[in-house]
């Protein structure tokens, strides 16, 4: 997928759009951005339930996609390597074919 436009520039479009609203509409300002990051599954779906009610969360997706966001909930999802992925596995678990 090619874009027109540079990823700083679509990120500073997300963060123009975020900047009309108060911060406390903005979930990822409100609480601790550590979560949007977290490395325990309920910490991600406790982040991607926060993102359900944020104004600019359809840009905020479609911008992460864009970009391919290497890590992180963003705009409700949690993105690995840039793609969607379902949910985050618990640190440990075995693999479920042999290595
Ligand atoms: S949708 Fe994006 S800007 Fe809104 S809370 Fe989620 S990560 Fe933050």
Known sequence: MTSILEPEVKLGVLHD?????DEDLLPCRANNPELWFAESPADVEFAKALCATCPVQPLCLAGALDR???WGVWGGQLLLQGKVIPRKRPRGRPRKDAA
């Open 17 to 21: 759009r975020a900047n009309r609203y």
């Open 68 to 70: 391919r966001e290497p």
